[in-house]
T-cell receptor
Framework: DGGITQSPKYLFRKEGQNVTLSCEQNLNHDAMYWYRQDPGQGLRLIYY???????QKGDIAEGYSVSREKKESFPLTVTSAQKNPTAFYLC??????????FGPGTRLLVL | AQSVTQLGSHVSVSEGALVLLRCNYS??????LFWYVQYPNQGLQLLLKYTTGATLVKGINGFEAEFKKSETSFHLTKPSAHMSDAAEYFCAVGGFKAAGNKLTFGGGTRVLVKP
């Protein structure tokens, strides 16, 4: 059945390490988004992509990178430059300017 | 630029009582407005949305919201709270193609339901 999947559910990062979070959708949506959620805060936009091979920075892009080589995939890399990566990361997709549909999230923890 | 303010980071209601979550927005153009619910360690689920047309919008789980342009508000209500309504609720504004269809979220309101 259709939906958005994120993996892994939990991810541990060592200091100085780059890690990649997976986001896949089979909804045939053009646009995809990455958000970061910290306790007691709303969601903040990291990167978004409206079409394959194109993406734009969101409000907090520093220390993160993305790619959009396929319509259904939008992986997020948390680089060693991100000094405070511990958070809950949510991926979303949409077909138009209306509803964004969210995946189940990945919780990133630092060892 | 748009912004969203949710009044009250925590709300406590008794089971069977009215649930009222407040959301005010700022937007330079007619907005699309959304309410999402998040259960612990899960993603966000759409409760309801306003795009155009009728200003009273009904959503899932008995929730509804009313768009009031003059008050720049989109408050969420449910007549009778159920234990399963305990969750965090987010109001969001979006619908701007020129801005990449991004959503701007409020800080969230955590609802506690007392038996």
């Amino acid at each position: 059945d259709g939906g958005i999947t994120q993996s892994p559910k939990y991810l541990f990062r060592k200091e100085g390490q780059n890690v990649t979070l997976s986001c896949e959708q089979n909804l045939n949506h053009d646009a995809m988004y990455w958000y970061r959620q910290d306790p007691g805060q709303g969601l903040r936009l990291i990167y978004y992509s409206q079409i394959v091979n194109d993406f734009q920075k969101g409000d907090i892009a520093e220390g993160y990178s993305v790619s959009r080589e396929k319509k259904e995939s939008f992986p997020l890399t948390v680089t060693s430059a991100q000094k405070n990566p511990t958070a809950f990361y949510l991926c979303a997709s949409s077909i138009s300017s209306e509803t964004q549909y969210f995946g189940p999230g990945t919780r990133l923890l630092v060892l | 630029a748009q912004s969203v303010t949710q009044l009250g980071s925590h709300v406590s209601v008794s089971e069977g009582a009215l649930v009222l979550l407040r959301c005010n927005y700022s937007s330079s153009v007619p907005p699309y407005l959304f309410w999402y619910v998040q259960y612990p360690n899960q993603g966000l689920q759409l409760l309801l949305k306003y795009t155009t047309g009728a200003t009273l919008v009904k959503g899932i789980n008995g929730f509804e919201a009313e768009f009031k342009k003059s008050e720049t508000s989109f408050h969420l209500t449910k007549p009778s709270a159920h234990m399963s309504d305990a969750a965090e609720y987010f109001c969001a504004v979006g619908g701007f193609k020129a801005a990449g269809n991004k959503l701007t979220f409020g800080g969230g309101t955590r609802v506690l339901v007392k038996p």
